[in-house]
């Protein structure tokens, strides 16, 4: 600010216009200043009213005077507008300190006039702005005052700020008012049919984008007024004004908002697109559905996001936000059962068509009431999957989903109510025996019978497809839907009905259910009108998913209707040739199901019998031989005979004797391999499946294997069967999070058990299985302890009985001799199949416990070789087990075998080696061994741990709270030399834990002995076990680190076993006698203030002393250490440095 203060020299030619300037407004300079330095010190002392006075009186004594001069003399004028300037800006400062921000706004700006780029007026001036609200004009200031100084802190300060503060006031007004802006005029009869469209499908995009809307909308009442308003076109013929109901959007439920509408039928009623965006939107906020019950896009996207948990989670219970629930408990006050159905027939009545496939306005409105039908159906789902505990008694919507089905003018509403019933459904089964047993009812049975009705329906329309080829593909898409769909929904249906863990009282006849729903399909079979061969199909197909649902009680129902006959007829087209079908699309999808339900049935025995008993086997080879290779189908009849090959040893003989199945297999991988190079996409999935189940049933057998080793060491090109093996079943178990692209199967847990099952056949030969089948006898914590002679003698007398006294086998495999089988595992390590395991147990999504259970059975097998553990761990086989282990957590019999694998490749590799996740989760994995009902299983895993627990204190700690000190004292009190021995090498190494020291050494403190003290001073007299022996001192020795326990041990009766086995140690016994002697040093280093430690200081010298000749290496020095000392009392002995040496000797 420009001064006007009189001074000398330089000074006052730089003053003399300012004060020329005044003479000429007759001012006194010196006036003016004394003003202007008593409101800076009033506004320094805080009187803001007193210091805005000051500038005031400035400002009026300056402000003529300025204008006068300017006047006269723009040179003069300058300075007084620096002044003046001045004055004004700093007026505003004190009027924003008073909260005057409308008068400091002005103040700034009157500043501005006068000096227009004058910092401080725009710094202040755009604080004032903001204060006021004005943040655009806030912005606009600082910009300016920027860009005159760029490194204003406080500007730049301010501008942050008011960018936080506008961005938060733009995701308010975007929260808060334009779901209400929105939906207003989505409800305003007065609005464009387009603009009320566009206005619910814009309110539904931003529901889907920020789900914090969700709970918004069901809070602020905009939820209930979409409710009420669709509501009201059931009674109604007439519409609701918006205006009405923004008085009820207060009030929740359905009386509160018609209260606020006396003069609901004033209005015309609602066009049909209008109707459905409203339903649409309604939809999309009740929303919620693992089985992907919504098309729209953020569902797929959600579904996509979440598929690798789903896979994880398919049987827990439904986990539904809080902000759905809201919203759905929102519209349940609004609209009952009754209020849906009332208004699906409501539609109904009007006319229904598929939902249009454009948002034309000039569509038919029955097009758009379609599409209202399919939106109530997903809301109806979505209330009801709440209420799926008892979804069976709701007759209305049961009533609702019969009736979509049976409108067979529009395909996709069938479909959603499918879909609306297959989820109620799936929410009920994930509710497990928390909710009441399904009760078979009539609206049950007639969706289950209308499911199967469409089936049929969709059967002929695919035979009878017309128009363009882009229509008949579109066609082809939504039939496969509506057939996936039936089965979800029939399958659902039939498996919460048969529900075996139900009470007797509770449980359905599924052969009389299966009866009604299926005759009238199967009746027939055995028909030659080939406009019947349609319901024999849908029978089959609805024989299918009950065999899916209840194999128990799809067997029965096949062999009390003789139906394996007309299953066999329909694998090898013969029904549908007869009917004169033959080459047809129909026979085509008849042997597809039949060789389905055909390979269903020979995991039975019976009926496998019955097959045999009618010749099947030779219609099926018949067929094969007949057939083109390379096809799925082909690839299922080889299946089919390689699954009657395991019924019986003379069945195998004949089926191998006529089937090369080795040269099949080998063909069929070949082409598949083709295929995908010619096509350039992924592997058929439906022919990987059938390869890998057909080579998942060869590996059963010694004559597969042997052909494998044999075609390894011949000089033809048949020689890499097992790497196109491995390379076919690597690409099944790739990651891949695109699940919907065609042909891939990486995506699912069948191909990967398929090849994990079959390579785990071939590791295992018929000494494997004997083996895992006496452990299983010995190990059942449940049943009776038997040894091995116990057992020879049990398999003798059960060998004796007579055949009629034995259970039926079902079935009867060779596995090979365990010299083949040693070489077929040496191969496989070499062909990368340990790390091919690995991929299929890790890739994403993780797979189903069949697969890990499978996968690490395989690794159990190959773990057998010691020398091949080192490569295991190199490819990740134990990260491999660990994550089976970890998701098989709730089936221990399971973990066993993975558990044992575990453990072996922790005793045969250096725990160090191993990643810091690796060995910190191999802990908890070994744990449960300990306390196994096999002695073997419990030493290997002492074994295991014990190594673990030498690699740092993080891997004892956790043993530690793992129980792991009580689990190893456990076995020390077992029979067996060796497992006691490990047991102690464990408790050796725990011992270095300092929190296990501390815990011991706390108990030492009261009156009675520490129990597992008193055990170690036992065993260091174990002289039949030597190993244990020096395990249970090396463990003293460490736990004597502690004070307390050094002090109380020779208090314990037994404590002069540790003399008494230094005396009888013998020198060549250099490992113990070190344990022995860093005990004694430890207790010998300890500070004597009482005459009984005095005395044990005494014993400990004299000892050592005496047995000094025979002590070498880490025993001699700590004994000349304390004779040293002894010798020269004033030195007083390095207890740290003989500690850890007694710690050292204890490793």
């Known amino acids: 600010m420009a001064s006007l203060r009189a001074a000398t020299g330089t000074g006052a030619a730089a003053s ?35 210091a805005s006075a000051a500038y005031t009186r400035v400002i009026d004594a300056c402000t003529p005077a300025t204008a006068k001069v300017a006047q006269a ?14 004055a004004y800006c700093n007026r505003s400062m004190c009027r924003i300190k008073q909260q005057d921000y409308k008068g400091a706004e002005t103040d700034s700006r009157a500043a501005l006039r006068l000096q227009p780029n004058y910092p401080k007026a725009l710094y202040r001036q755009a604080l004032s702005l903001r204060l006021l609200g004005d943040y655009g004009a806030a912005a606009e200031a600082l910009g300016r005052l920027l860009r005159l100084d760029p490194r204003n802190k406080e500007g730049a300060e301010l501008l942050q700020l008011l960018r936080e503060t506008l961005k938060q006031k733009e995701q308010h ?85 018609a ?87 409501r539609l109904q009545k009007q006319g229904l068509l598929p939902p249009p496939s454009d948002s034309n306005s000039s569509v038919d409105s029955r097009h758009w009431r379609g599409l209202c039908c399919v939106c109530l159906l997903r809301a109806f789902a979505y209330l009801k999957q709440s209420e799926a505990d008892s979804f069976e008694h709701d007759s209305s919507f049961l009533t609702a989903v019969a009736a979509a089905l049976d409108c067979s003018e529009a395909p996709q509403l069938q479909v959603a109510a499918l879909q609306a019933l297959a989820a109620v459904a799936d929410a009920r089964r994930r509710l497990g025996l928390k909710a009441k047993a399904l009760t078979l009812r009539h609206g049950i049975e007639r969706s289950m019978e209308a499911a199967l009705t469409l089936l049929s329906a969709a059967a002929d329309a695919k035979e009878c497809g017309t128009g363009s080829q882009e229509q008949q593909q579109q066609q082809k898409e939504q039939l496969l839907a509506l057939e996936r769909n039936v089965e979800l929904v029939v399958v659902s249906l039939f498996k919460l009905l048969g529900d075996r863990e139900r009470a007797e009282a509770d449980r359905v006849d599924i052969q009389r259910l299966a009866d009604q729903l299926l005759s009238p399909f199967l009746s027939h079979c055995c028909s030659k009108n080939s406009s019947k061969q349609a319901e024999t199909y849908v029978g089959l197909k609805a ?114 004797e006529q089937v090369d199945f080795t040269n099949l297999l080998q063909e069929l991988l070949v082409q598949m391999l083709q295929q995908q190079q010619q096509k350039q996409r ?17 590996s059963l057998h010694a004559e597969f294997k042997d052909k494998l080793l044999h075609l390894d060491k011949s000089p033809d090109g048949q020689k890499d069967l097992m790497d196109t093996l491995l390379q076919v079943g690597s690409q099944f178990c790739n990651s891949s999070t695109d699940s919907s692209r065609k042909g891939s199967g990486s995506n699912s847990s069948l191909p990967r058990y398929l090849l994990c099952g079959g390579l785990c056949n071939l590791l295992r030969s018929r000494e494997d299985k004997d083996r895992m089948r006496r452990r299983g006898a010995r190990g059942n914590p449940g049943g009776v302890d038997l040894d091995e002679s116990q057992l020879e003698a049990l398999e003798a007398l059960y060998s004796s009985l007579p055949a009629e006294a034995k259970p039926v086998a079902n079935g009867e495999v060779d596995l090979g001799d365990e010299s083949n089988v040693r070489i077929l595992r040496e191969l496989l390590l070499q062909r990368g199949a340990v790390k091919l395991l690995v991929r299929a147990c890790t890739a994403k999504p993780l797979p189903s416990a069949n697969v890990l259970l499978a996968a690490g059975k395989a690794f159990c097998l190959l773990a057998k070789n010691e020398k091949t553990r080192g490569v295991m761990v190199r490819e990740g086989a134990l990260r491999a087990l660990l994550t089976a282990i970890g998701a098989l957590k709730g089936s221990p019999e399971d973990q066993q075998d993975l558990q044992q694998a575990a453990a072996q490749l922790c005793i045969s590799v250096d725990p160090s080696l191993f990643s810091y996740s690796e060995a910190l989760d191999a802990v908890p994995a070994v744990l449960p061994l300990l306390q196994h009902g096999h002695e073997l299983l419990q030493y290997e895993g002492a074994l295991a741990l014990t190594n673990l627990l030498s690699v740092s204190e993080e891997l004892r700690l956790r043993a530690f709270a793992g129980g792991a000190w009580r689990k190893l004292a456990e076995l020390i009190f077992t029979d067996n030399d060796l497992l006691r021995a490990a047991a102690l090498e464990g408790w050796c190494n725990l011992a270095s834990s300092e929190k296990v020291q501390r815990d011991l050494g706390d108990k030492t403190e009261g009156n009675a002995d520490v129990q597992d003290l008193k055990l170690l001073l036992a ?104 004779l040293a000392a002894n010798e020269n009392c004033s030195h007083k002995p390095q207890v740290q440095d003989s500690t850890a040496s007694a710690g050292n000797a204890s490793n």
């Open 543 to 656: 024989l299918l998913f009950l065999m899916t649902a209840d194999r128990d009680s799809a067997r029965d129902f096949i062999l009390q209707g003789s139906l394996l006959p007309h299953i066999l007829s329909a694998a090898t087209g013969e029904a549908a040739a007869a009917a004169g079908l033959a080459g047809t699309l129909q026979q085509q999808q008849q042997q597809q199901v039949g060789t389905a339900l055909l390979l269903h049935c020979l995991d039975y025995v019976e009926l496998r019998q019955k097959l045999l008993d009618e010749d099947g086997m030779n219609t099926i080879l018949q067929l094969l031989r007949e057939r083109d290779r390379g096809d799925p189908l082909t690839a299922k009849l080889a299946v089919a005979l390689a699954r009657v090959c395991v019924h019986s040893a003379a069945v195998r003989q004949e089926v191998l």
């Open 259 to 345: 209260k606020a509408s006396p003069d609901l039928t004033a209005t015309a009623a609602v066009p049909a697109p209008v109707e459905a965006a409203g339903w649409e939107l309604l939809a999309t906020l009740v929303q919620f559905s693992p089985l992907g019950l919504s098309d729209t896009d953020s569902s797929s996207r959600s579904r996509k996001s979440g598929q690798d948990h789903l896979l994880l989670s398919v049987d827990e219970p439904l986990v539904i936000p809080s902000r759905v629930r809201l919203c759905r408990e929102a519209l349940r006050n609004i609209w009952r059962s009754e209020d849906f159905l009332l208004a699906f027939r």
């Open 16 to 50: 003399s216009e300012p004060a020329a300037a005044a003479a000429a407004g007759n001012l006194s300079a010196a006036v003016v200043n004394d003003i202007k330095d008593e409101g800076n010190r009033l506004f320094k002392e805080g009187d803001l009213a007193g």
């Open 73 to 86: 003399n723009d040179a003069v004028a300058h300075p007084l507008q620096e002044v003046l300037a001045a």
């Open 1019 to 1122: 065993f260091c007299r174990e002289t039949e076990n030597k190993r244990a022996q020096q395990a249970a001192a090396g463990a003293l020795a460490t736990l004597l680190n502690n004070s307390k326990i050094a002090k109380a041990l020779p208090t314990y009766s037994n404590y002069g076993n540790l003399l008494e086995a230094l005396k009888e140690a013998e020198q060549d016994e250099g490992p113990l006698l070190d344990r022995l002697l860093a005990c004694l040093f430890n207790i010998w280093a300890e500070e004597a203030s009482t005459d009984e430690e005095k005395e044990t200081k005494r014993q400990v010298f004299e000892a050592v002393d005496k047995h000094k000749d025979k002590l070498k290496g880490l025993a001699a020095k700590l004994a000349q250490q304390m």
């Open 173 to 257: 007004q975007t929260d808060s008012n334009m779901p209400s802006a929105l939906l207003e005029t989505a409800l305003n009869a007065e609005e464009t049919e387009t603009n009320r469209r566009q206005a619910f499908a814009r309110l539904g995009q931003m529901v889907q984008q920020r789900e914090t809307l969700q709970e918004a909308v069901a809070k602020e009442g905009l939820l209930q007024r979409l409710a009420l308003f669709l509501k009201q076109q059931n009674g109604k013929t007439q519409a609701i004004p918006a205006a009405k109901t923004i008085a009820a959007a207060a009030d929740d439920s359905a009386d509160g908002l």
């Open 682 to 698: 992924g592997l058929d999935k439906d022919l990987g499946v059938c390869v890998l189940e057909l080579f998942f049933f060869l």
